[in-house]
């Protein structure tokens, strides 16, 4: 069974600082990695997947398969990136639809 | 483009009470699940569902049901509402196409009193 841990319940950083939010996973095969954000009380918008490679909103993550992890960073935190992170992961095949997610993360950016 | 909607949005249940919770998606997505959100324990995959007809359960199934008739739908029904069973509640569909992402609806927040 696949597994996704995110240590930190809770981040707190001042604006322009760097941001790592950390993500572990465990998974035999080979996963589909997500980020996720929830903003106060919205539904959840995907931030990255591992498949794309792209910046989002100045967000990067890199798939490290020897360490099974995979990390948000952002090099310069915004207020306005103040939200609920998770990382997800699917096991594809049968279970494509399926995203395992981790405990999130409560990410405070202060002025 | 609606995306995937849920109703209702708020919810207050007595204990013993039993309602359905909706969810529609407009993207001809084959795959559907049902998450609920709880403090400190992120989503947990309720029940989860490949295509009409055919379901499956997830991590925490119990005291709960679903089918889904069309591709369109795919409620879920609360039996027997207890407690411990307050959560907010997200539906969520995905395409069959490689690279498609997960879209979620917004939310249900149930109370169960």
């Known amino acids: 069974a696949q597994r996704v841990t995110q240590p930190e319940k809770l981040l707190s950083v001042f604006k322009g600082a760097p941001v790592e939010l950390k993500c572990n996973y465990s998974?035999?095969?080979?996963?589909?990695l997500f980020w996720y954000v929830q903003y106060s009380r919205q539904r959840l918008q995907l931030l990255l997947r591992h498949i794309s490679r792209e910046s989002i909103k100045g967000f990067t993550a890199d798939l490290n398969k020897g360490e099974t992890s995979f990390h948000l960073k952002k090099p310069f935190a915004q207020e306005e990136d103040s939200a609920m992170y998770y990382c997800?992961?699917?096991?594809?095949?049968?279970?494509?639809?399926?995203?395992?997610f981790g405990q999130g993360t409560i990410l405070t950016v202060h002025p | 483009n609606a995306g995937v909607t849920q109703t209702p949005k708020f919810q207050v249940l007595k204990t013993g009470q039993s309602m359905t919770l909706q969810c529609a998606q407009d993207m001809n997505h084959e795959y559907m699940s049902w998450y609920r959100q709880d403090p400190g324990m992120g989503l947990r995959l309720i029940h989860y569902?490949?295509?009409?007809?055919?379901?499956d359960q997830g991590e925490v199934p119990n005291g709960y049901n679903v089918s889904r008739s069309t591709t369109e739908d795919f409620p879920l029904r609360l039996l027997s509402a207890a407690p411990s069973q307050t959560s907010v509640y997200f539906c969520a569909s995905r395409g069959t196409s490689l690279n498609t992402e997960a879209f979620f609806g917004q939310g249900t927040r149930l109370t169960v009193v």
């Open positions: 569902s490949v295509g009409a007809g055919i379901t």
């Open positions: 998974y035999s095969g080979s996963p589909e």
């Open positions: 997800a992961l699917s096991a594809g095949g049968t279970s494509y639809g399926k995203l395992t």
